[in-house]
């Protein structure tokens, strides 16, 4: 008798219980994780601290100590928020153009046999060319280094995400396509009301890849010819060997780099909040 209330028990346990262990186990998972990073962070910053002890013994400033480097960071504050705004000025509109060009072109391309038999022979070849080149050409060819530069970044992004755009429309599914022709939908509707959405995830993970290609770029393009941004902060203190903080400049890049790819991720959770 005990043992068949026991069984009764264990198979009538209301949903909310499960909902809470759920909600505790995803909590525990997360809270398990969250110690990694940090741990390795530790273990980066005290080989560094090692390395550059051992470097400075020998009387080389190449690596200078992390406090070193935290020191010439507060310094440079000021002037790293000025280059990180002007860097911005010439990443966001190469990198809006890139995604509205590679999203509408890509959509279009992906679902018109005849156009995408025109240009994805084009695209093979100018796809695979390294963006890096066309930075000489640009700055002599554009009448300024800010059109250039924002050229650049749009030939990086541009790809990736025309790609993956083209990707997605390929990926729907032919019971889409029959519902969206029952409906009598037109060509634009079909392209709003399906293709784009279900190209999302595909979409998502070209502008991620691209906004990496922006950086890139960008800090690259910074090198040849600009007077201000994130780039010319690390070429301008390494041409007079102040190595912190050029190793300061090196360190608030990436995590500019990696706020603005946190953003993206952000905004990727919020639009494909079905697939969480």
């Known amino acids: 008798m005990i043992s068949e209330t026991s069984t009764l028990d264990a198979v009538s346990v209301p949903a909310d219980t499960w909902d809470d262990a759920d909600a505790a186990s995803a909590r525990s998972a997360r809270l398990a994780f969250a110690w990694e990073p940090w741990l390795l962070w530790l273990a980066l910053l005290a080989a560094w601290q090692g390395i550059a002890s051992l470097i400075a ?15 010439a960071l507060s310094q440079s504050l000021p002037e790293l928020i000025t280059g990180t705004w002007s860097s911005l000025l010439i990443l966001l509109p190469g990198f809006a153009l890139a995604v509205v060009g590679g999203v509408g072109l890509g959509l279009v391309a992906g679902t018109s046999p005849r156009l995408g038999r025109a240009l994805f022979p084009f695209a093979k070849v100018a796809a695979p060319v390294p963006p890096t080149v066309y930075i000489p050409y640009a700055i002599a060819v554009l009448p300024t280094f800010h059109l250039s530069a924002t050229f650049v970044v749009f030939v990086g992004a541009f790809w990736p995400v025309f790609q993956n755009t083209v990707a997605g429309a ?32 595909h979409i998502f993970s070209g502008m991620a890849v691209g906004l990496g290609f922006g950086f890139i770029l960008l800090t690259v393009a910074e090198l ?19 190595y912190p903080r050029m190793v300061a400049g090196i360190l ?15 905004v990727r959770a919020r639009a494909l909040f079905w697939l969480r």
């Open 57 to 71: 013994g020998q009387g080389n400033p190449l690596l200078p100590p992390p406090v070193v480097v935290l020191d």
């Open 170 to 201: 390929h990926a729907v599914e032919g019971r889409h396509r029959d519902n969206a022709a029952v409906l009598g939908f037109s060509r634009l509707e079909y392209l709003r009301k399906v293709v784009f959405p279900a190209s999302l995830p």
């Open 224 to 242: 040849f010819g600009a007077n201000t941004g994130l780039g010319r902060f690390v070429q301008y203190y390494a041409d007079f060997a102040d």
């Open 252 to 266: 608030y890049t990436g995590v500019v780099t990696w706020a603005a790819m946190t953003v993206l991720e952000r």
